[in-house]
Nanobody, 115 residues
Framework: QVQLVESGGGLVQPGGALRLSCAAS????????MGWYRQAPGKQRELVAD???????NSADSVKGRFTISRDYAKNTVYLQMNSLKPEDTAVYYC?????????WGQGTQVTVAS
């Protein structure tokens, strides 16, 4: 069992930056692939970026060059650094942990990009 708690969301102006954090507890953090997903109103949840246990990363084309995912094994935490934010990045952002058939989700944190 893994518990995921996101933080760092909020309201930011276009062009601004935010860093999301996801603290994991309850299991061996290092074995999980960790990901960030987002869901905008009326849209399906989509992958933003993920990072494997070995540190390999993958990100959606829409955020390449703007968002960076990283993980701190000592703190059991995964981060999403979001730069050059656009209004279309507005969504609830969810942290995700996957290992074999086990999938866990956080409660989500709202990110709103507006002037």
């Amino acid at each position: 069992q893994v518990q995921l708690v996101e933080s760092g969301g909020g309201l930011v102006q276009p062009g601004g930056a935010l860093r999301l954090s996801c603290a994991a507890s309850g299991s061996i953090f290092s074995i999980y692939t960790m990901g960030w997903y987002r869901q905008a109103p009326g849209k399906q949840r989509e992958l933003v970026a993920d990072i494997t246990s070995g540190g390999s990363t993958n990100s959606a084309d829409s955020v390449k060059g703007r968002f960076t995912i990283s993980r701190d094994y000592a703190k059991n935490t995964v981060y999403l650094q979001m730069n050059s934010l656009k209004p279309e990045d507005t969504a609830v952002y969810y942290c995700n942990a996957v290992w074999r058939m086990y999938v866990y989700w956080g409660q989500g944190t709202q990110v709103t990009v507006a002037s």
